[in-house]
């Protein structure tokens, strides 16, 4: 996820902004740049890697002024490099444009832009802004805001802009729709920020700019309206917790944090790929890929291993083609049955797992065709693949997968769906019942969340265990396994997960008294089952936790204590699901106090086999 900062005062603000791009760094990016007005022009500096490199080159070569924007970049359209990061300047450089989010529509209007001749030096998306700021502002008489008004209008998505103009060299503008943004206010100088971290060591007052709001700022004051043309009184806000506590958001970790950010990140994710009105667009990837395909391997390890196991219900329940998925260790040494009329599906946040990548070359060499699906733009998967479908859950700091993991599911979802379409193997009706359900998601994933104080609650009486024991059928036994997977990771508790038919095969010998069992039961065409999976736990006096929905709770008899998630359609329950054993995993090693960002023995990315 990139980050903003913007200042125009009376100090230097070349050092204000990469003080506050050096309070952003927490977030991870891959570039940074900065532009300032210098008496004369707008001055670009951008280096690729960290923020010392943009500090070493402006130690070389200082620029000076007091206005200025800045940016750090996590790539989305576009590799890490130094002509994509930011900030972007149009032909002339007359407009200098930082900008968070994603231009949607950025493809139609880079060709009517370069029809109307424009060129383009970048592949962002949003190099269009200052573009389109600059052909408006031709055909608007100079008017500065008249330009940016009449050049947002045109943009869909999601966007946070900060824009110079070097005729208004006293003038900084802001727009926000769907990606934060805050203005600061100091005593002959205002800043913009994303974060508030990035400015609060030098002013504590803000305001939060609403969507469709627009502020213009001079070193004097700020004066914010709406696209309307309105204007909006905000009241100012004092923040009172400390730069650390800002990184996290005024969370406690970041695994918190990235568990309350899945609304958004999931429906980043959604965002322009899937509409009810059209087919899914998976990028860049062509229905070709599907060509004589007769079977898809998915491969993956951790998280995204149990986010492939959703996947293989989700693509042969819908576009009807054999899956088998594989941890990536496993596939590499298990003479795969690869071919040319394989489809293998790599999923990784990082794309630099090294078992994944090995499993990708080795397909690649059976002659298979290779989609990444990975959160990291460049990644050594991306780079490697024959298609690759980004998620857009932004940087994941805290190690156990959280956030990452519920784009994974969302992208094998659109996965599914595309390839349905494309082979005609369900009925549009039902696909458009799954299309519907699907963009309620980030509202169902919110309900989910907001069960976070019972969730602590009940953690309280559980955290103390040192076996748990997970159960499930189905897609819940995948959701299962990364409940129990989270709760191994962070708080150190032994935790194993069953599919609740093979309980009496083996297992139920470990349930005794006040044995803590997961209950997971979502699927309301299973849960009878699941009845009596618990009661056979209960008999021998298990005390179970049960996780289910108001159309299978009361299928349920007897449990100890009950999570209840939204309802939704039996293939999505993964979606709705899943945020709670997070936050029961995440509340059970808080009681705990281990490190849960940082926990023993492990790596956030695993490059070694
Ligand atoms: C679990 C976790 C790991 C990763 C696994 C794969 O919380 O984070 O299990 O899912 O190491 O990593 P990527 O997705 O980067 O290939």
């Given amino acids: 996820m990139c980050g903003i900062v913007g200042y125009i005062g009376e100090k230097n603000a070349a050092e204000i902004l990469v003080a506050g791009l050096e309070k ?199 004066s914010i309206t709406a696209l309307d043309g309105n204007p909006v009184i905000r009241d100012v806000h004092r923040v009172t917790f400390n730069e650390n506590a800002a990184q996290k958001g005024g969370f406690e970790h970041f695994m918190i944090k990235e568990i309350h950010e899945q609304p958004k990140a999931v429906a980043d994710t959604l965002r322009g790929r899937l509409s009810l009105s059209a087919p899914v667009k998976f990028d860049g990837i062509e229905p070709e890929i599907l060509k004589d395909i007769d079977k898809i391997h998915i491969i993956a390890c951790g998280s995204a291993y149990h986010a492939g196991l959703v996947g293989k219900t989700a693509i042969e329940r819908l576009a009807k083609i054999p899956v088998s998925v594989e941890l990536s260790s496993e596939y590499r040494y298990n003479n795969p049955l690869t071919d040319s009329k394989t489809l293998v599906i790599a999923i990784s946040q990082s794309g630099e797992t090294a078992d994944t990548l090995a499993g990708m070359r080795l397909a690649k060499s059976l002659g298979a065709r290779v989609l990444a699906i990975t959160n990291v733009v460049g990644s050594t998967v991306a780079r490697e693949a024959s298609g690759v479908f980004y998620t857009y859950a932004g940087p994941e700091i805290s190690v156990a997968s959280t956030k990452a993991y519920a784009t994974q599911l969302v992208a094998i979802y659109l996965f599914a769906v595309f390839a349905a379409e494309v082979l005609g193997r369900t009925s549009p009706e039902e696909l458009y019942t799954i299309k519907s359900e699907l963009l309620n998601i980030p509202e169902l994933i919110k309900q989910t969340i907001s069960t976070e104080a019972e969730i602590a609650a009940l953690s309280k009486k559980i955290y103390k265990e040192t076996d748990m024991y997970y159960l499930g059928r189905g897609l819940d036994y995948a959701v299962a396994m990364e409940g129990s997977l989270k709760l191994k990771e962070i708080s150190y508790i032994h935790s194993e997960t069953y599919a609740g038919g093979e309980l009496k095969h083996g297992p139920i010998a470990l349930i005794e008294d006040k044995t803590v069992v997961l209950a997971i039961s979502c699927d309301k065409d299973l849960c009878g089952k699941m009845e009596s999976n618990i009661k056979e736990v209960i008999t021998r006096g298990a005390f179970v936790v049960l996780l289910a929905n108001d159309a299978t709770k009361p299928m349920h008899a007897e449990f100890s204590e009950v999570i209840t998630v939204p309802e939704t359609l039996p293939l999505l329950t993964p979606l709705s699901a899943v945020a709670a054993l997070q936050l029961l995993a995440y509340y059970v090693a808080k009681n705990l106090g281990y490190d849960i960002d940082k926990p023993r023995n492990l790596a956030k990315s695993v490059t070694v086999e």
């Avoid at 100091?186 to 990035?198: C, Q, V």
């Fill in 24 to 222: 952003l760094e927490y977030r991870g990016y891959d570039s940074a740049g900065i532009a300032v007005y210098d008496g004369a022009s707008l001055s670009v500096r951008k280096e690729l890697g960290r923020l010392k490199n943009l500090e070493e080159a402006l130690s070389k070569s200082p620029l000076t002024g007091n206005a200025g924007i800045g940016h750090t970049r996590w790539a989305t359209h576009g590799m890490p490099s130094t002509k994509n990061s930011h900030p972007h300047t149009s032909m002339d450089g007359k407009f200098a444009v930082v900008h968070n989010g994603i231009i949607e529509n950025y493809g139609e209007l880079r060709e009517a832009l370069t029809n109307k001749g424009c060129v383009f030096t970048s592949e962002t998306d949003t190099e269009v802004i200052p573009h389109l700021i600059d052909y408006h502002y031709e055909n608007n008489g100079g008017d500065f805001l008249r330009a940016v008004k009449s050049a947002i209008v045109s943009l869909t998505g999601s966007f946070a802009i900060g824009i110079l103009c070097k005729d208004f060299p006293d003038t900084l503008i802001a727009v926000r729709k769907d990606s934060p943004l805050i203005v600061g206010l100091g005593k002959g100088e205002n800043f913009i920020a994303s974060d508030i971290p990035a400015i609060l060591s030098e002013t504590r007052d803000v305001l939060f700019l609403d969507d469709g709001e627009i502020a213009v700022i001079t070193k004097d004051g700020v």
